[in-house]
């Protein structure tokens, strides 16, 4: 099956848990918009691994600049007042691309 980020094809909390793994990254400038589309779907848990724009070097702020990634994943999260249950840098092979995991609550029923 084949959706679109911005416009899932699910009901309204229809998964415990939405995991993204650089699935949002080529979409800069519609943070908010896919923000909203996964948390929407999200009924405990959204959980992504994502870029961190923040902390890039410079040279990978303007790489991911020039690609069009994903930039102030942190901030639009907080301005969105999505609960973020956890934020952490994680490991990855790319120093100018870091990842960081962000672990966003929604609750229980």
């Given at each position: 099956m084949v959706g679109d980020m911005f416009?899932?094809?699910f009901k309204d909390g229809q998964f415990d848990i939405?995991?993204?793994s650089h699935a949002m990254e080529p979409?800069?400038?519609r943070?908010?918009?896919?923000l909203?589309?996964?948390?929407r779907v999200a009924r405990r848990m959204l959980i992504l691994f994502e870029p961190d724009y923040d902390r890039a070097p410079p040279q990978g702020k303007k790489r991911m600049e020039r690609l069009g990634y994903v930039?102030?994943?942190?901030?639009?999260?907080r301005e969105l007042r999505m609960p973020c249950a956890e934020y952490?840098?994680?490991?990855?092979?790319?120093?100018l691309n870091p990842t960081s995991v962000f672990c966003l609550w929604k609750g229980a029923d």
């Open positions: 416009d899932l094809p939405v995991f993204t979409n800069g400038g943070e908010v918009a896919a909203r589309e996964l948390w930039k102030n994943l942190r901030r639009y999260i952490a840098p994680f490991v990855t092979g790319n120093p």
